[in-house]
Every structure is written in structure tokens, then in C-alpha cells.
């Protein structure tokens, strides 16, 4: 885990993947905003990236379970920071109008997952929203999910019925990353042809004419997604509201 908290910390301010992923994320926290001031938490901050895009919309407070992720976050200024897991936070009931779940279930267990999203609907308060993304679709395993513990890659069904199972009522769920599916399909079906091994190779910022290209391709879907949602791709994203 280590070895990818420091993939990433090189890699969240330029590689296209996370810029794309900031592009589709965001208009859904303002969404959940509504122009109020939110209490935010983002269970599995990592490196604390995300952290300064959320505050755009309240106070955000990150929780994670490794220290070397939540010294990155606090090397970088982060101050509302908690070592804990998703799986038991340490808040009380109804404390936020928001939680985030950046690429953290889908490396749970079945058990612990559902204690993720049970913490996650215990600590809203009613009406507040849960935005999760995760890892899609199972013939997309490669390399990268030997570095990230990748327990399961999930179908839209899928995350669908963990949301709701744990309470939630699922106001949008879509696909992400669509335009650069064929690219990650060819690159993942490479490398089990190949073998598995760890690598934290797709998370290295690739040349900027490759970067650039892949960036634009994400910014077109991004505009895209604000209004239709995307019949597959890489990653899943849901949009969720406590009851």
C-alpha cells in the first residue's frame, strides 16, 4: 500500500486518469451542495489530494487507515485528518452532509464492505448524500489491482445493490471513463497475456503528448456526462441519498 500511496502522490496533480476523475466527481459534490456550506467527510483520503476540491463546498475532514497516506495529506497542509478505517469511523451518528468513497470498497471483503456503507449511512444525516467510485467491470483486472488489493471490480447491478442493501437510495450511477476504455482493455488484456505482477506502471504520468490527448478525451466525457450517463467503462461512479 505504501508503494502505491507513493505512485499516486507523484502522480494526482498531472496524470490524465486523475484529472479526469476530478472532472467527473466534482459536479456532483456541487450537485449534493446545493450552494450550502457542507459538513464533508472523504473516507480513504490516501494522500489527501481530493481535500482542497471538496472544502470548495464545506469543511471536509479525511480519514484513513495508513500513516503514510495521512502524512502526505499533512505534509500538504491537511489538518482534518483522523487515522481510521471506513469500516468504523469515529464520528457520531448524523454528523455530515456529505461522505466521499474514493477507490476504497472494492478492496474490501463481502463483510467489510457492507460495514463500509453501513458506517457511511450511519454518519449522514438524513438526506445527506454519499458520492463512491470503484473500480468497473471484472475483465478489466490487470497489473494495478495486484498493487491496489483489488478484492472485485464491480457492474453497475452490483454497486447498485450494495447502495441500496445498505439503505441508500441511488440517485445516479454511471459508468466512467469511456472514452479510454478500448486503451485500458488492450493494456490490461496485455498484461495477462503477459502474467500479473504488481506495477504501478498506469499510474505513472505518461509522455504529455499521450497525457495531453488522454486528458482532452476525459475533459469531452466529463462535459458528456453532466448530461447522459455512460453505458460502460473502467471505473463506476454513484451518486447516493440517505433516507
Request: net charge positive; aromatic share 8%; proline share 5%.
Amino acid at each position: 500500500m505504501d508503494r502505491l500511496l507513493e505512485a499516486t502522490a507523484r502522480a494526482e496533480r498531472d496524470h490524465f486518469w486523475f484529472r479526469g476523475f476530478r472532472r467527473f466527481v466534482e459536479p456532483l459534490v456541487a450537485a449534493a451542495a446545493r450552494g450550502r456550506h457542507l459538513e464533508i467527510l472523504d473516507c480513504g483520503c490516501g494522500t489527501g489530494y481530493n481535500l482542497p476540491m471538496l472544502r470548495r463546498y464545506g469543511r471536509a475532514t479525511g480519514i484513513d487507515l495508513t500513516w503514510r497516506g495521512l502524512d502526505y495529506a499533512h505534509q500538504s497542509g491537511e489538518r482534518r485528518l483522523a487515522r481510521a478505517t471506513a469500516t468504523s469511523l469515529p464520528f457520531p451518528a448524523a454528523t455530515f452532509d456529505l461522505v466521499t468513497s474514493f477507490d476504497v470498497l472494492y478492496a474490501f471483503d463481502d463483510e467489510a464492505e457492507r460495514r463500509a456503507i453501513a458506517e457511511m449511512f450511519r454518519v449522514l444525516r438524513p438526506g445527506g448524500r454519499a458520492i463512491v467510485n470503484v473500480a468497473a467491470l471484472p475483465a478489466l483486472r490487470g497489473n494495478h489491482s495486484l498493487l491496489s488489493a483489488e478484492q472485485r471490480r464491480y457492474s453497475r447491478p452490483d454497486l447498485t445493490r450494495a447502495l441500496r442493501r445498505g439503505g441508500f437510495h441511488v440517485e445516479r450511477i454511471t459508468y466512467t471513463n469511456f472514452t479510454i476504455l478500448p486503451f485500458v482493455a488492450a493494456a490490461r488484456l496485455k498484461q495477462r497475456l503477459a502474467g500479473h505482477a504488481a506495477s504501478d506502471e498506469e499510474i505513472s504520468v505518461p509522455p504529455a503528448p499521450i497525457n495531453a490527448a488522454f486528458s482532452a478525451l476525459l475533459g469531452l466525457e466529463a462535459m458528456a456526462l453532466r448530461v447522459i450517463n455512460m453505458p460502460v467503462g473502467s471505473s463506476l461512479l454513484a451518486l447516493a441519498r440517505r433516507t
